[in-house]
């Protein structure tokens, strides 16, 4: 009944009219949730709200060190380019200058790219403020500093570095890059590209199984630059495919073809595009974990499903195949109505914008919560469709 109900949806959302007052009552929605979130936080707090545990209304905040101080401004700065509300435009800047000393500071790790180009980087795309050009283009610097040239890849976690027993790097590192992308773009170090090209092949390399389906962690011998092992950090097992990692990779991959135009990082995106889409529950709402073997009993991570739905718009506006195409977009839209319908809309349950994503399964941690990241790949996605409803 859901599953027919959901076609049905579809089938209306090709309807250019319909599609406008889908993203609009979708856009609005999310401006709403924000804004009842912006009243619950102390005015002048350093506090950024990352997620809402299940069955409660309280945020948790953290601080600008977090990896996903980001998110939060660049939702602010999306709902902002959406309706132009100046309150939202105030707060984004305020959350976003929270995030400034990680331009100063030696690299904790290789979350700067989700932290400063969601938050500066977005904000400096809507208002061309030089003082976030000058941020972003001095933390994509810092980034760089991680970089190994012998095994090509920036390393993820410096502190980690024991545990893994070497130079260890995680899919979601994918992300990170476009930082490096466009500061190379924008005045920036040329080499930048370089890392970022090196990066993302090193990857495509060695952190796929045959099926073309992501390992978390890949740890590679700091000195000789050779892959020593592949496991995971926060899915099922070594061998299964975690749901937020391949939808880093998909997100990536597309990413990294839309800034370079290679050929291979297209097939390549589509390659760890098709096995997730092949392997989804009729909702097209990935489990936490491919392979979790208490499927379906198993919680949901709707943040896989927002980060899919924004990159497969971008990827469906790259490849040449019509029936490709379609498939791509048809898929996000599907997953984006499925994520605005209030299975898994917070509605009055909480003041986030979506319920049902798993952070950390194996910690125990936000399973089944609210968490600032899918709201922002969900409002990115919405955002995506909005502009090419508009022909841009
Ligand atoms: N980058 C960490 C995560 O996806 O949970």
């Known amino acids: 009944m859901k599953f027919l109900l959901n076609i049905l949806l579809i089938t209306v959302l090709s309807n250019k009219l319909w599609a406008q007052a889908f993203i609009n009552k979708s856009l609005d929605y999310s401006a709403k949730q924000v804004e009842k979130t912006l009243t619950l936080i102390p005015d002048n707090t350093k506090d950024i709200p990352r997620n809402i545990n299940r069955g409660s209304t309280q945020w948790r905040f953290v601080n600008f060190r977090d990896w996903t101080s980001g998110f939060w401004p660049g939702t602010l700065w999306y709902l902002y380019e959406y309706n132009h509300d100046p309150k939202l435009k105030i707060e984004a800047d ?3 200058r929270l995030l400034t000393p990680l331009s100063d500071e030696p690299a904790f790790d290789h979350d700067l790219g989700f932290q400063i180009f969601c938050s500066f980087g977005n904000g400096y795309r809507i208002t061309k403020n030089p003082e976030y050009k ?4 001095k933390t994509a610097d810092v980034l760089a500093t991680l970089y190994n040239p012998k095994v090509g890849t920036i390393l993820s976690w410096p502190r980690e570095v024991k545990k893994f027993g ?7 590192n994918m992300i990170n890059l ?3 992308f466009w500061a190379s773009k924008n005045g920036g170090n040329k080499k930048l590209y370089d890392i970022a090209v090196k990066h993302a092949e090193t990857t495509m390399n060695n952190h796929f199984r045959p099926d073309y389906t992501s390992y978390h962690v890949v740890v590679y011998d700091t000195l000789t630059g050779k892959r020593t092992k592949a496991v995971t950090h926060q899915g099922y097992a070594d061998n299964s495919m ?3 990692g391949q939808s880093w990779a998909i997100y990536g991959f597309t990413m990294c073809f839309k800034e370079t135009k290679k050929p291979e990082f297209l097939d390549f995106a589509q390659k760890v595009t098709d096995v997730y889409l092949k392997n989804l529950p009729a ?3 990935s489990y936490w974990d491919f392979n979790d073997p208490k499927i379906p009993n198993a919680p949901r991570d709707a943040s896989a499903a927002a980060v899919t739905a924004s990159a497969l718009i971008d990827l469906s506006k790259f490849v040449k195949d019509p029936a490709k195409k379609k ?9 984006l109505a499925e994520l605005s319908s209030p299975r898994y809309q917070s509605g009055d349950k909480n003041s986030a914008i979506l319920l049902h994503s798993t952070g950390h399964h194996p910690n125990g941690t936000e399973v089944d919560a609210s968490i600032n990241y899918a709201d922002y790949y969900y409002v990115e996605a919405l955002m995506k469709l909005e502009q090419k409803r508009k022909g841009k």
């Open 134 to 137: 000058k941020v972003i283009l």
């Open 327 to 335: 498939l791509y977009f048809d898929k996000a839209k599907e997953m």
């Open 166 to 172: 070497g130079h260890n790097t995680i899919i979601d």
């Open 283 to 285: 909702d097209l709402i």
């Open 178 to 180: 476009e930082l490096l």
């Open 242 to 244: 975690w749901a937020r």
């Open 94 to 96: 305020r959350f976003s």
